[in-house]
Protein backbone atom coordinates (compact mmCIF):
# COMPACT_ATOMS: atom_id res chain seq x y z
CA UNK A 1 0.00 0.00 0.00
CA UNK A 2 1.33 3.66 -0.63
CA UNK A 3 2.14 5.97 2.07
CA UNK A 4 -0.01 8.98 2.74
CA UNK A 5 1.04 10.79 -0.17
CA UNK A 6 0.96 10.65 -3.74
CA UNK A 7 -1.56 7.56 -4.79
CA UNK A 8 -1.39 6.07 -8.52
CA UNK A 9 -4.88 4.96 -9.40
CA UNK A 10 -5.66 3.12 -13.01
CA UNK A 11 -9.43 3.70 -14.11
CA UNK A 12 -10.78 1.69 -16.52
CA UNK A 13 -14.11 1.72 -18.46
CA UNK A 14 -16.77 -0.79 -19.50
CA UNK A 15 -14.99 -4.28 -18.95
CA UNK A 16 -17.98 -6.23 -20.80
CA UNK A 17 -16.89 -9.60 -19.82
CA UNK A 18 -13.19 -9.28 -21.66
CA UNK A 19 -11.26 -10.13 -18.20
CA UNK A 20 -8.55 -12.09 -19.86
CA UNK A 21 -7.77 -8.51 -21.72
CA UNK A 22 -8.35 -6.41 -18.92
CA UNK A 23 -6.30 -8.41 -16.58
CA UNK A 24 -3.39 -8.72 -19.08
CA UNK A 25 -3.93 -4.59 -19.21
CA UNK A 26 -3.75 -3.81 -15.82
CA UNK A 27 -0.68 -6.17 -15.37
CA UNK A 28 1.34 -4.71 -17.72
CA UNK A 29 0.90 -1.09 -16.72
CA UNK A 30 1.72 -1.86 -13.35
CA UNK A 31 4.85 -3.44 -14.31
CA UNK A 32 6.23 -0.99 -16.54
CA UNK A 33 4.07 2.75 -14.85
CA UNK A 34 2.80 1.54 -11.15
CA UNK A 35 2.69 0.44 -8.62
CA UNK A 36 -0.65 1.32 -8.67
CA UNK A 37 -2.77 1.08 -5.56
CA UNK A 38 -6.02 0.42 -6.80
CA UNK A 39 -8.36 0.00 -10.09
CA UNK A 40 -11.49 1.49 -10.51
CA UNK A 41 -13.88 0.80 -13.15
CA UNK A 42 -17.05 2.37 -14.46
CA UNK A 43 -19.46 0.89 -17.06
CA UNK A 44 -20.63 -2.39 -17.21
CA UNK A 45 -18.18 -4.54 -16.12
CA UNK A 46 -20.20 -7.82 -17.39
CA UNK A 47 -21.32 -8.27 -20.77
CA UNK A 48 -22.85 -10.69 -23.42
CA UNK A 49 -19.98 -13.42 -23.28
CA UNK A 50 -19.26 -15.11 -19.66
CA UNK A 51 -17.12 -17.32 -20.83
CA UNK A 52 -14.40 -15.92 -19.08
CA UNK A 53 -15.72 -16.01 -15.57
CA UNK A 54 -15.12 -19.16 -14.79
CA UNK A 55 -11.26 -18.61 -14.86
CA UNK A 56 -11.82 -15.73 -12.49
CA UNK A 57 -13.79 -18.10 -9.57
CA UNK A 58 -11.56 -20.76 -10.25
CA UNK A 59 -8.75 -18.11 -9.62
CA UNK A 60 -6.89 -19.57 -13.10
CA UNK A 61 -6.88 -15.97 -14.15
CA UNK A 62 -6.09 -13.61 -11.34
CA UNK A 63 -6.70 -9.94 -11.09
CA UNK A 64 -3.63 -8.14 -10.62
CA UNK A 65 -4.38 -5.09 -7.96
CA UNK A 66 -7.51 -4.57 -5.95
CA UNK A 67 -10.64 -3.58 -8.34
CA UNK A 68 -13.56 -1.54 -7.75
CA UNK A 69 -16.67 -2.16 -9.96
CA UNK A 70 -19.85 -0.74 -10.18
CA UNK A 71 -23.13 -2.53 -10.41
CA UNK A 72 -25.13 -3.72 -13.33
CA UNK A 73 -27.07 -1.82 -16.04
CA UNK A 74 -28.52 -5.09 -17.72
CA UNK A 75 -30.83 -7.46 -15.89
CA UNK A 76 -28.90 -10.44 -17.27
CA UNK A 77 -26.06 -9.44 -15.64
CA UNK A 78 -27.97 -9.08 -12.05
CA UNK A 79 -27.53 -12.18 -10.64
CA UNK A 80 -23.50 -11.71 -10.44
CA UNK A 81 -24.72 -9.34 -7.84
CA UNK A 82 -25.77 -11.21 -4.51
CA UNK A 83 -25.17 -7.92 -2.10
CA UNK A 84 -27.05 -5.00 -3.10
CA UNK A 85 -24.57 -3.11 -0.80
CA UNK A 86 -22.00 -4.54 -2.01
CA UNK A 87 -19.56 -7.32 -1.64
CA UNK A 88 -16.12 -9.36 -2.70
CA UNK A 89 -16.93 -11.21 -5.93
CA UNK A 90 -13.82 -13.03 -6.33
CA UNK A 91 -10.00 -12.19 -5.15
CA UNK A 92 -9.24 -8.78 -5.82
CA UNK A 93 -12.61 -7.86 -6.89
CA UNK A 94 -15.32 -5.48 -5.28
CA UNK A 95 -18.97 -4.52 -5.70
CA UNK A 96 -18.99 -1.09 -4.43
CA UNK A 97 -22.36 -1.36 -4.02
CA UNK A 98 -25.87 0.81 -5.01
CA UNK A 99 -24.58 4.04 -4.01
CA UNK A 100 -22.29 5.51 -1.41
CA UNK A 101 -19.18 7.10 -0.16
CA UNK A 102 -16.11 5.00 0.74
CA UNK A 103 -12.30 6.56 2.58
CA UNK A 104 -9.41 4.33 2.02
CA UNK A 105 -6.80 4.56 4.85
CA UNK A 106 -4.54 6.70 2.22
CA UNK A 107 -7.83 9.21 2.86
CA UNK A 108 -8.73 9.56 -0.46
CA UNK A 109 -12.75 9.76 -0.55
CA UNK A 110 -14.61 8.12 -3.23
CA UNK A 111 -18.52 8.53 -4.31
CA UNK A 112 -20.08 6.14 -6.37
CA UNK A 113 -23.35 5.36 -7.78
CA UNK A 114 -24.35 2.32 -10.29
CA UNK A 115 -26.68 2.15 -12.66
CA UNK A 116 -29.07 4.51 -14.76
CA UNK A 117 -31.26 6.94 -14.07
CA UNK A 118 -34.96 6.13 -13.35
CA UNK A 119 -37.86 8.64 -13.28
CA UNK A 120 -39.59 6.91 -10.95
CA UNK A 121 -38.45 8.40 -7.34
CA UNK A 122 -39.90 5.40 -5.69
CA UNK A 123 -37.98 2.71 -8.11
CA UNK A 124 -35.69 0.48 -6.32
CA UNK A 125 -33.76 -1.98 -8.59
CA UNK A 126 -30.56 -3.24 -8.99
CA UNK A 127 -30.01 -1.21 -12.30
CA UNK A 128 -31.03 1.76 -11.73
CA UNK A 129 -30.86 4.68 -9.51
CA UNK A 130 -33.76 7.63 -8.49
CA UNK A 131 -33.21 11.22 -6.50
CA UNK A 132 -33.31 9.57 -3.32
CA UNK A 133 -29.73 7.99 -4.00
CA UNK A 134 -28.55 10.55 -4.96
CA UNK A 135 -29.58 12.08 -2.04
CA UNK A 136 -28.37 9.72 0.36
CA UNK A 137 -24.89 10.03 -1.25
CA UNK A 138 -24.68 13.94 -0.48
CA UNK A 139 -25.66 13.31 3.13
CA UNK A 140 -23.01 11.20 3.32
CA UNK A 141 -20.69 13.95 1.79
CA UNK A 142 -21.48 16.51 4.27
CA UNK A 143 -25.26 17.87 2.83
CA UNK A 144 -25.13 21.39 1.12
CA UNK A 145 -21.55 22.02 3.09
CA UNK A 146 -19.65 19.38 1.52
CA UNK A 147 -16.41 20.66 0.54
CA UNK A 148 -15.97 17.85 -2.11
CA UNK A 149 -15.04 14.56 -2.40
CA UNK A 150 -11.65 13.22 -4.49
CA UNK A 151 -13.56 11.14 -6.77
CA UNK A 152 -16.42 9.98 -8.15
CA UNK A 153 -17.96 7.10 -10.31
CA UNK A 154 -21.12 6.72 -12.17
CA UNK A 155 -21.38 4.37 -15.30
CA UNK A 156 -24.02 6.75 -17.01
CA UNK A 157 -22.27 9.98 -18.12
CA UNK A 158 -23.89 13.59 -16.19
CA UNK A 159 -26.49 15.66 -18.69
CA UNK A 160 -24.74 18.40 -20.14
CA UNK A 161 -21.08 17.70 -19.29
CA UNK A 162 -19.55 19.74 -22.52
CA UNK A 163 -21.10 22.68 -21.85
CA UNK A 164 -18.83 25.04 -22.23
CA UNK A 165 -16.23 23.15 -22.86
CA UNK A 166 -14.18 21.00 -25.80
CA UNK A 167 -16.47 19.38 -27.88
CA UNK A 168 -17.30 15.49 -28.02
CA UNK A 169 -18.99 13.25 -29.82
CA UNK A 170 -21.67 12.14 -27.04
CA UNK A 171 -25.14 13.53 -27.29
CA UNK A 172 -25.94 13.96 -23.30
CA UNK A 173 -28.99 15.81 -23.97
CA UNK A 174 -30.27 12.08 -24.55
CA UNK A 175 -27.73 9.94 -22.98
CA UNK A 176 -26.88 11.78 -20.27
CA UNK A 177 -27.94 11.88 -16.58
CA UNK A 178 -29.75 15.15 -14.94
CA UNK A 179 -29.27 14.00 -11.70
CA UNK A 180 -26.06 12.87 -12.03
CA UNK A 181 -25.00 16.55 -12.93
CA UNK A 182 -26.96 17.32 -9.68
CA UNK A 183 -24.92 15.46 -8.00
CA UNK A 184 -21.22 16.43 -10.00
CA UNK A 185 -22.63 19.98 -8.80
CA UNK A 186 -23.19 19.48 -5.14
CA UNK A 187 -20.12 17.59 -3.98
CA UNK A 188 -17.81 18.35 -6.46
CA UNK A 189 -15.71 15.67 -7.00
CA UNK A 190 -12.04 16.71 -8.21
CA UNK A 191 -12.03 13.73 -10.58
CA UNK A 192 -15.28 12.06 -12.04
CA UNK A 193 -15.57 9.19 -14.34
CA UNK A 194 -18.23 7.48 -16.09
CA UNK A 195 -18.39 4.81 -19.06
CA UNK A 196 -21.24 3.12 -21.25
CA UNK A 197 -21.20 5.59 -24.39
CA UNK A 198 -17.70 3.16 -25.55
CA UNK A 199 -16.02 6.77 -25.79
CA UNK A 200 -13.32 8.76 -24.20
CA UNK A 201 -13.71 12.07 -23.59
CA UNK A 202 -11.93 14.27 -21.21
CA UNK A 203 -13.29 17.62 -20.39
CA UNK A 204 -11.41 20.89 -20.23
CA UNK A 205 -11.42 20.74 -16.04
CA UNK A 206 -14.43 23.07 -14.85
CA UNK A 207 -14.07 25.30 -11.91
CA UNK A 208 -16.95 25.19 -8.84
CA UNK A 209 -17.17 28.82 -8.20
CA UNK A 210 -18.41 31.97 -9.48
CA UNK A 211 -15.31 34.49 -10.07
CA UNK A 212 -15.30 37.08 -8.09
CA UNK A 213 -18.71 36.53 -6.34
CA UNK A 214 -17.17 33.36 -4.23
CA UNK A 215 -14.60 32.16 -2.49
CA UNK A 216 -12.49 30.40 -5.14
CA UNK A 217 -12.35 26.36 -4.26
CA UNK A 218 -10.39 22.96 -6.50
CA UNK A 219 -11.46 22.55 -10.17
CA UNK A 220 -13.39 19.55 -11.30
CA UNK A 221 -12.12 16.91 -14.09
CA UNK A 222 -14.54 14.69 -16.02
CA UNK A 223 -13.01 11.88 -18.02
CA UNK A 224 -15.89 9.82 -19.89
CA UNK A 225 -14.36 6.01 -21.31
CA UNK A 226 -14.20 3.63 -23.75
CA UNK A 227 -15.15 -0.01 -23.80
CA UNK A 228 -12.20 -2.49 -22.61
CA UNK A 229 -10.67 -3.77 -26.24
CA UNK A 230 -13.47 -1.65 -28.35
CA UNK A 231 -13.23 -1.87 -32.07
CA UNK A 232 -12.54 2.18 -32.73
CA UNK A 233 -9.72 2.49 -30.40
CA UNK A 234 -11.13 4.66 -28.42
CA UNK A 235 -9.05 5.11 -25.06
CA UNK A 236 -10.17 2.81 -22.16
CA UNK A 237 -7.57 3.06 -19.75
CA UNK A 238 -6.73 6.55 -17.75
CA UNK A 239 -3.76 6.91 -14.73
CA UNK A 240 -3.67 9.59 -12.54
CA UNK A 241 -1.51 10.64 -9.58
CA UNK A 242 -3.44 11.97 -6.75
CA UNK A 243 -2.81 13.29 -3.07
CA UNK A 244 -6.37 12.89 -1.03
CA UNK A 245 -7.37 16.40 -0.61
CA UNK A 246 -7.77 16.27 3.18
CA UNK A 247 -3.95 15.79 3.02
CA UNK A 248 -3.44 19.14 0.66
CA UNK A 249 -3.34 22.54 2.26
CA UNK A 250 -6.17 24.53 1.10
CA UNK A 251 -4.18 27.35 -0.65
CA UNK A 252 -2.64 24.33 -2.97
CA UNK A 253 -5.86 22.81 -3.61
CA UNK A 254 -7.28 26.04 -5.04
CA UNK A 255 -5.13 26.20 -7.35
CA UNK A 256 -6.57 26.92 -11.13
CA UNK A 257 -4.77 25.42 -14.16
CA UNK A 258 -4.15 27.63 -17.03
CA UNK A 259 -7.35 26.40 -19.31
CA UNK A 260 -10.09 25.98 -17.06
CA UNK A 261 -13.75 26.69 -18.11
CA UNK A 262 -16.86 28.07 -15.73
CA UNK A 263 -19.00 24.99 -14.04
CA UNK A 264 -21.66 23.22 -17.19
CA UNK A 265 -24.39 22.07 -14.81
CA UNK A 266 -26.89 24.88 -12.90
CA UNK A 267 -26.49 25.72 -9.94
CA UNK A 268 -29.11 23.35 -8.29
CA UNK A 269 -27.66 22.30 -5.36
CA UNK A 270 -29.33 18.95 -3.76
CA UNK A 271 -31.03 19.49 -0.46
CA UNK A 272 -30.59 16.72 2.45
CA UNK A 273 -31.53 15.77 5.96
CA UNK A 274 -28.57 15.78 8.20
CA UNK A 275 -30.01 13.16 10.89
CA UNK A 276 -30.44 10.72 7.60
CA UNK A 277 -26.47 9.74 7.65
CA UNK A 278 -26.50 6.54 10.15
CA UNK A 279 -29.27 4.92 8.42
CA UNK A 280 -27.63 5.45 5.08
CA UNK A 281 -24.49 3.84 6.52
CA UNK A 282 -26.79 1.11 8.13
CA UNK A 283 -27.02 -0.30 4.36
CA UNK A 284 -24.05 1.10 3.11
CA UNK A 285 -21.37 -1.88 2.61
CA UNK A 286 -18.05 0.80 3.10
CA UNK A 287 -18.85 2.51 6.14
CA UNK A 288 -17.45 6.25 5.71
CA UNK A 289 -16.12 6.65 9.07
CA UNK A 290 -14.70 9.64 10.70
CA UNK A 291 -11.55 9.62 10.47
CA UNK A 292 -10.53 10.45 14.44
CA UNK A 293 -11.88 8.17 16.47
CA UNK A 294 -12.12 11.00 19.42
CA UNK A 295 -15.57 11.98 17.10
CA UNK A 296 -17.24 9.20 17.32
CA UNK A 297 -20.01 10.52 19.92
CA UNK A 298 -20.71 13.66 17.97
CA UNK A 299 -22.34 11.23 15.29
CA UNK A 300 -26.04 10.97 15.10
CA UNK A 301 -28.47 8.07 14.20
CA UNK A 302 -31.35 5.78 15.32
CA UNK A 303 -28.77 3.00 16.65
CA UNK A 304 -31.87 1.26 17.49
CA UNK A 305 -32.70 0.67 13.89
CA UNK A 306 -29.53 -0.35 13.18
CA UNK A 307 -29.26 -3.09 15.66
CA UNK A 308 -32.45 -4.32 14.88
CA UNK A 309 -31.25 -4.81 11.03
CA UNK A 310 -28.59 -6.20 11.93
CA UNK A 311 -30.71 -8.46 13.98
CA UNK A 312 -33.07 -9.27 11.47
CA UNK A 313 -29.67 -10.02 9.24
CA UNK A 314 -28.55 -12.40 12.10
CA UNK A 315 -31.50 -13.98 12.23
CA UNK A 316 -31.54 -15.05 8.81
CA UNK A 317 -28.18 -16.87 9.39
CA UNK A 318 -29.50 -19.75 12.11
CA UNK A 319 -26.51 -21.90 10.80
CA UNK A 320 -23.84 -19.26 11.74
CA UNK A 321 -25.60 -18.58 15.32
CA UNK A 322 -26.93 -22.05 16.12
CA UNK A 323 -23.26 -24.15 17.19
CA UNK A 324 -21.54 -20.55 17.82
CA UNK A 325 -19.14 -20.74 20.92
CA UNK A 326 -18.84 -17.07 21.41
CA UNK A 327 -22.66 -15.68 20.67
CA UNK A 328 -23.98 -15.40 24.17
CA UNK A 329 -27.53 -16.30 23.66
CA UNK A 330 -26.03 -19.44 22.35
CA UNK A 331 -26.73 -22.95 23.68
CA UNK A 332 -23.04 -23.91 22.95
CA UNK A 333 -21.88 -20.17 24.57
CA UNK A 334 -19.59 -21.39 27.53
CA UNK A 335 -20.53 -18.64 29.58
CA UNK A 336 -18.07 -19.71 32.70
CA UNK A 337 -15.54 -18.01 31.16
CA UNK A 338 -17.58 -14.62 30.68
CA UNK A 339 -15.56 -11.78 32.70
CA UNK A 340 -17.46 -8.45 32.32
CA UNK A 341 -20.56 -7.87 30.14
CA UNK A 342 -21.72 -4.18 28.70
CA UNK A 343 -24.69 -3.12 26.44
CA UNK A 344 -23.00 -4.46 23.04
CA UNK A 345 -19.14 -6.13 23.69
CA UNK A 346 -17.86 -8.88 26.30
CA UNK A 347 -14.61 -9.92 27.74
CA UNK A 348 -14.39 -13.87 27.94
CA UNK A 349 -10.97 -15.51 29.20
CA UNK A 350 -9.31 -17.37 26.13
CA UNK A 351 -10.02 -20.83 25.99
CA UNK A 352 -6.93 -22.51 25.67
CA UNK A 353 -5.13 -19.22 25.84
CA UNK A 354 -1.68 -18.08 26.11
CA UNK A 355 -1.37 -16.99 29.91
CA UNK A 356 -4.13 -17.20 32.36
CA UNK A 357 -5.07 -13.55 31.92
CA UNK A 358 -5.12 -13.79 27.88
CA UNK A 359 -8.90 -12.90 27.49
CA UNK A 360 -11.16 -11.95 24.36
CA UNK A 361 -13.23 -8.98 23.70
CA UNK A 362 -16.20 -10.10 21.76
CA UNK A 363 -19.43 -8.38 20.27
CA UNK A 364 -22.76 -10.07 22.19
CA UNK A 365 -25.29 -10.74 18.41
CA UNK A 366 -23.47 -12.48 15.96
CA UNK A 367 -20.87 -10.24 13.73
CA UNK A 368 -17.82 -11.69 11.87
CA UNK A 369 -14.83 -8.57 12.35
CA UNK A 370 -14.54 -5.48 13.69
CA UNK A 371 -15.78 -3.56 10.65
CA UNK A 372 -19.37 -4.97 11.20
CA UNK A 373 -19.57 -3.03 14.43
CA UNK A 374 -22.11 0.13 14.60
CA UNK A 375 -20.63 3.31 16.32
CA UNK A 376 -21.81 2.57 19.71
CA UNK A 377 -20.46 -1.35 19.84
CA UNK A 378 -16.99 0.35 18.52
CA UNK A 379 -16.95 3.15 21.23
CA UNK A 380 -17.89 0.32 24.05
CA UNK A 381 -15.15 -1.93 22.58
CA UNK A 382 -12.69 0.97 22.93
CA UNK A 383 -13.79 1.72 26.44
CA UNK A 384 -12.52 -2.31 27.28
CA UNK A 385 -9.14 -1.88 24.91
CA UNK A 386 -8.52 1.29 27.09
CA UNK A 387 -9.80 -0.33 30.50
CA UNK A 388 -7.28 -3.67 30.23
CA UNK A 389 -4.64 -1.60 28.63
CA UNK A 390 -4.70 -0.17 32.55
CA UNK A 391 -5.18 -3.09 34.17
CA UNK A 392 -2.16 -4.38 32.47
CA UNK A 393 0.42 -1.86 32.82
CA UNK A 394 -0.70 -1.50 36.51
CA UNK A 395 1.09 -5.24 36.26
CA UNK A 396 4.12 -3.76 34.73
CA UNK A 397 2.83 -5.53 31.30
CA UNK A 398 2.65 -4.32 28.45
CA UNK A 399 -0.84 -5.25 26.02
CA UNK A 400 -1.01 -6.38 22.46
CA UNK A 401 -4.72 -6.80 20.63
CA UNK A 402 -4.77 -8.69 17.23
CA UNK A 403 -7.77 -9.84 15.09
CA UNK A 404 -7.86 -12.30 12.38
CA UNK A 405 -11.25 -12.32 10.01
CA UNK A 406 -10.01 -15.65 8.47
CA UNK A 407 -12.01 -18.93 9.44
CA UNK A 408 -13.70 -17.60 12.25
CA UNK A 409 -17.49 -17.17 12.24
CA UNK A 410 -17.35 -14.54 15.23
CA UNK A 411 -15.24 -11.39 15.71
CA UNK A 412 -12.95 -12.50 18.21
CA UNK A 413 -10.09 -9.33 19.66
CA UNK A 414 -7.20 -11.06 21.23
CA UNK A 415 -5.65 -9.49 24.35
CA UNK A 416 -2.69 -10.50 25.59
CA UNK A 417 -0.63 -9.57 27.91
CA UNK A 418 3.08 -9.97 27.56
CA UNK A 419 5.98 -8.57 30.27
CA UNK A 420 6.98 -5.07 29.98
CA UNK A 421 8.20 -4.41 26.81
CA UNK A 422 9.02 -1.58 24.36
CA UNK A 423 6.59 -1.20 21.69
CA UNK A 424 8.58 -0.50 18.59
CA UNK A 425 10.16 -4.26 19.53
CA UNK A 426 7.16 -6.18 19.61
CA UNK A 427 6.15 -4.06 15.99
CA UNK A 428 9.75 -5.30 14.99
CA UNK A 429 8.99 -8.56 15.90
CA UNK A 430 5.66 -8.92 13.92
CA UNK A 431 7.23 -7.60 10.47
CA UNK A 432 10.37 -10.09 10.75
CA UNK A 433 8.07 -12.91 11.24
CA UNK A 434 5.34 -11.30 8.67
CA UNK A 435 8.59 -11.06 5.96
CA UNK A 436 9.59 -14.48 6.92
CA UNK A 437 6.30 -15.68 5.74
CA UNK A 438 6.18 -13.75 2.81
CA UNK A 439 3.21 -11.43 4.11
CA UNK A 440 3.16 -7.97 4.13
CA UNK A 441 2.25 -6.31 7.41
CA UNK A 442 1.53 -2.92 6.49
CA UNK A 443 1.83 0.01 9.33
CA UNK A 444 -1.17 2.02 9.56
CA UNK A 445 -2.16 5.72 11.17
CA UNK A 446 -2.48 5.34 14.82
CA UNK A 447 -5.54 7.16 14.86
CA UNK A 448 -7.33 5.36 11.70
CA UNK A 449 -10.63 3.68 12.34
CA UNK A 450 -10.17 -0.32 10.84
CA UNK A 451 -13.76 0.56 9.03
CA UNK A 452 -12.36 2.80 7.02
CA UNK A 453 -9.19 0.59 5.54
CA UNK A 454 -11.21 -2.67 5.07
CA UNK A 455 -14.83 -3.42 4.62
CA UNK A 456 -17.47 -6.03 6.54
CA UNK A 457 -16.82 -9.47 5.03
CA UNK A 458 -13.43 -8.79 3.92
CA UNK A 459 -10.78 -11.54 5.04
CA UNK A 460 -7.69 -9.43 7.36
CA UNK A 461 -4.92 -9.71 10.00
CA UNK A 462 -4.87 -6.57 12.36
CA UNK A 463 -2.66 -6.04 15.42
CA UNK A 464 -2.92 -3.10 17.64
CA UNK A 465 -0.11 -2.24 20.26
CA UNK A 466 -0.82 -0.15 23.53
CA UNK A 467 0.81 2.89 22.44
CA UNK A 468 -1.61 3.12 19.64
CA UNK A 469 0.39 1.46 16.52
CA UNK A 470 -1.24 -0.56 14.40
CA UNK A 471 -0.08 -3.34 11.32
CA UNK A 472 -2.75 -4.90 8.94
CA UNK A 473 -2.69 -7.15 6.58
CA UNK A 474 -5.31 -7.99 3.79
CA UNK A 475 -5.98 -11.81 3.53
CA UNK A 476 -5.85 -12.69 -0.11
CA UNK A 477 -6.46 -16.45 -1.97
CA UNK A 478 -3.70 -17.64 -0.57
CA UNK A 479 -4.64 -17.99 2.81
CA UNK A 480 -3.10 -17.06 6.02
CA UNK A 481 -1.39 -19.35 8.88
CA UNK A 482 -3.88 -19.30 11.76
CA UNK A 483 -1.55 -18.95 14.54
CA UNK A 484 0.54 -16.00 13.46
CA UNK A 485 -0.74 -13.98 16.25
CA UNK A 486 0.19 -16.14 18.77
CA UNK A 487 3.25 -17.83 16.98
CA UNK A 488 4.91 -13.82 17.28
CA UNK A 489 3.97 -13.50 20.95
CA UNK A 490 4.86 -17.06 22.26
CA UNK A 491 8.78 -16.02 21.14
CA UNK A 492 11.63 -16.65 23.19
CA UNK A 493 11.63 -12.07 23.14
CA UNK A 494 8.58 -12.06 24.91
CA UNK A 495 6.52 -15.25 26.27
CA UNK A 496 9.14 -17.57 25.35
CA UNK A 497 6.31 -20.42 25.82
CA UNK A 498 6.86 -22.21 22.24
CA UNK A 499 5.06 -25.05 23.26
CA UNK A 500 1.73 -22.91 23.60
CA UNK A 501 1.28 -21.41 20.33
CA UNK A 502 -1.63 -24.10 19.19
CA UNK A 503 -4.44 -23.31 21.27
CA UNK A 504 -6.15 -26.85 21.14
CA UNK A 505 -2.77 -27.89 23.02
CA UNK A 506 -3.76 -25.68 26.27
CA UNK A 507 -6.73 -27.22 27.21
CA UNK A 508 -7.89 -27.07 31.29
CA UNK A 509 -10.55 -28.23 32.95
CA UNK A 510 -13.84 -26.82 33.02
CA UNK A 511 -13.04 -26.40 36.94
CA UNK A 512 -9.66 -24.82 35.99
CA UNK A 513 -11.02 -22.43 33.55
CA UNK A 514 -13.80 -21.83 36.00
CA UNK A 515 -11.07 -20.72 38.69
CA UNK A 516 -9.51 -18.44 36.35
CA UNK A 517 -12.30 -16.58 35.17
CA UNK A 518 -12.85 -15.76 38.20
CA UNK A 519 -9.56 -14.92 39.44
CA UNK A 520 -9.44 -12.37 36.35
CA UNK A 521 -13.20 -10.64 36.95
CA UNK A 522 -12.03 -10.29 40.79
CA UNK A 523 -8.92 -8.50 39.78
CA UNK A 524 -10.36 -6.61 36.74
CA UNK A 525 -13.55 -5.48 38.60
CA UNK A 526 -11.86 -1.83 39.73
CA UNK A 527 -11.23 -1.50 36.00
CA UNK A 528 -14.51 -2.35 34.99
CA UNK A 529 -16.40 0.77 33.72
CA UNK A 530 -19.53 -1.00 33.84
CA UNK A 531 -19.40 -1.02 38.24
CA UNK A 532 -18.78 3.34 37.83
CA UNK A 533 -21.02 5.03 39.53
Known amino acids: ?10 VVGDVEGRFKLFCSKVAGLHQKNGPFEMVLCVGNFFGDN ?36 GEDLVPNLTYLGRRGIFTFSSGLKVAYLSG ?8 NTDLTFSRKDVEEIVTLAGGNTCTGVDVLLTSQWPQGIEKHGNETAADTTKSGSPLIAQLAGTIKPRYHFAGLLDLFYERTPYRNHQILAETTTHVSRFIGLAAVGNANKQRFLYAFNVIPMSKIPFHELRKQPDSCTQCPYERKPISTKADKVEDIMA ?27 RHEQNQQRPEDVGKCWFCLSSPDAEKHLVVSVGLHTYIALAKGGLTADHVLILPITHLRSYPELDDEAATELEKYKASLIKFFADQNKSTVFFER ?4 KHMQL ?37 RQI ?11 LDNGEKMFYKIDQKGFPLQFGRDVLAEKELLNMPDRIDWRECQNSRMEETEMANTFKAAFKPYDFNFEE
Not at 405 to 408: E, L, Q, Y
Open 414 to 450: QVVPVPKTEPDRIKQLFLHRAEEGQLKLTEIPSRSDI
Open 283 to 309: NQYFYDTISDPRDVNKRKGNFQDRGAK
Open 50 to 85: ISEWSDLEKCTLEIPLPTYILGPTFPEHARFFRNRN
Open 405 to 408: NFKS
Open 1 to 10: MSKIGNLKVL
Open 116 to 123: TECDDPDA
Open 454 to 464: IKAGQTFFYVE
